[in-house]
């Protein structure tokens, strides 16, 4: 029998529309009651949020108004994202500006009860990372979020300074926290170039987030690949149900699996077909990981 969840959270971009990650604006042109009944009507279980949108939404009807959303749709799993430049000078614009989403995005964790807050290292930026300062800063980060009950999580990713597994686990472990943990999506270890092995060897205290997608060939720069040209988990040319058996290995046991799907053409779609054909992609693939070979063979 399979360790895996059954359960699948619809990550923000996922149900988002006609917006992207660095987009004019980040605010999903559906309303979070349409999302959500869509999310639920295709089998999810949890939504992710993000800072602008979530801005947006409780200026408009209030943390009061979001929970009812949630609750009426059955939405029982919440993560909110993205901080930036959470470790840099305290007196930087760059951090202060870090700080008033931080504020935003711990008001939103507390508020909806999430279990994860999405975190990323520096864009753009060559390893190696600033390995002592980030552990000292993710340490107060965490302790901060440990208020909330949300975990706070890292995203290695290769356009970033902190690529790799082993990188992010010396952060992570620096911090040593009890809500301190990495974010494995597909693209990113795949991408990058990680052995499933290194996925399969993640301590599994620490690993407290998993997100789903898939991609062809690699095409371009590699930030643009990311935001506007995954595909559905099982379209692409990831191996995700071996994927899925490392995640297992590593002893994975959050209640849901995440999918993060950011694509030019799907996103342009009809909500109601983007969240089933990524709850119905996804849940193929999981199928295809928890089967027995022994029973497929029968």
Not at 36 to 48: I, K, Q, V
Not at 247 to 256: H, I, L, N, R
């Amino acid at each position: 029998m399979s360790g895996l969840p059954t359960e699948l959270l619809a990550a923000y971009w996922t149900l988002a529309g006609d917006v992207y990650p660095g987009a004019p604006s980040e605010v999903s042109p559906f309303p979070l009651a349409d999302r959500a009944a869509a999310a639920a009507a295709a089998g999810y279980t949890g939504m992710g949020l993000v800072h602008e949108d979530l801005v947006a939404v409780s200026a408009a009807i209030g943390y009061a108004g979001i929970r009812r959303i949630l609750t009426d749709h059955g939405i029982r799993h919440v993560e909110v994202e993205f901080l930036n430049d959470w470790d840099l000078d305290p007196l930087s614009p760059a951090r202060r500006a870090s700080d008033r989403v931080r504020a935003e995005l711990l008001e939103a964790a507390a508020e909806l009860g999430a279990r994860n807050l999405k975190v990323s290292p520096h864009l753009f930026a060559d390893p190696p990372p600033h390995v002592s300062r980030m552990c000292d800063a993710f340490a107060t980060l965490s302790e901060e979020a440990r208020a909330t009950g949300a975990n706070v999580i890292i995203e290695f990713m290769p356009f970033t300074d902190v690529r790799s597994i082993d990188a992010a686990l010396e952060i992570v472990a620096g911090a040593d926290g009890p809500n301190v943990g990495l974010l494995v999506d597909t693209w990113h270890v795949f991408r990058g170039g990680i052995d499933l092995a290194a996925v399969a060897a993640i301590p599994p205290r620490f690993l407290k987030g998993v997100e789903l997608d898939d991609a062809g060939p690699a095409e371009g720069d590699p930030f643009d690949d990311t935001r506007f040209r995954r595909r559905l988990p099982g379209e692409g040319e990831f191996d995700i149900p071996g994927f899925l058996g490392a995640v297992e290995t590593a002893g994975f046991d959050a209640p849901y699996l995440g999918v993060e799907i950011i694509s030019e053409t799907y996103r342009r779609g009809p909500l109601d077909v983007m969240a089933r054909t990524s709850f119905e992609a996804t849940m193929s693939q999981l199928r295809l990981a928890t089967t027995d070979p022994l029973e497929t063979a029968r």
